[in-house]
């Protein structure tokens, strides 16, 4: 193996990690490298995109969704309501009780979420918060 490669796996030898991002030179690579990790069948890997170029590889258990319910149910909140554009919110946006997907937002997200917002360049946060001042 390379140097490098060595430098970094002596390092990180017995350290616990949660999240590694990898970032590729094209979409091609990024969808190709998720692909191949979620179908080799690694049961404590989870490979899902946060942008198109940039891919996210950690456990399963560890998604944006784990932590969300987590923090719902630790704080006692009747209504969980998330936002998210990208693969990596997917997990997160199926846990909600209300969610929101901007007009930017993957297709495949825009499935998942409950409602759509304004694009994220255009304000979609304080979209999402008329919308839930609206609405309580």
């Not at 616990?16 to 049961?43: C, H, I, W």
């Not at 940039?54 to 998330?82: D, H, N, Q």
Request: glycine share 6%; with cysteine; net charge positive.
């Amino acid at each position: 193996p390379p140097k490098e490669y060595l430098k970094i796996k002596n390092e990180l030898e017995g350290k616990q990690l949660y999240k590694a991002m990898l970032l590729s030179r094209t979409e091609e690579n990024t969808l190709a490298a998720r692909d191949f990790v979620n179908a080799k069948g690694f049961p404590l890997l989870k490979a899902v995109r946060s942008w198109n170029m940039g891919l996210e590889l950690m456990s399963p258990k560890s998604t944006k969704g784990t932590a969300a319910r987590l923090i719902k149910e630790r704080v006692g909140a009747k209504t969980l309501i998330c936002v998210g554009d990208y693969e990596n919110d997917a997990d997160m946006l199926t846990a909600a009780d209300v969610s929101y997907a901007p007009e930017n937002a993957l297709d495949s997200i825009k499935k998942i979420a409950t409602k759509t917002t304004a694009h994220v360049k255009i304000g979609a946060i304080g979209a999402v918060i008329d919308d839930i001042e609206r609405n309580l």
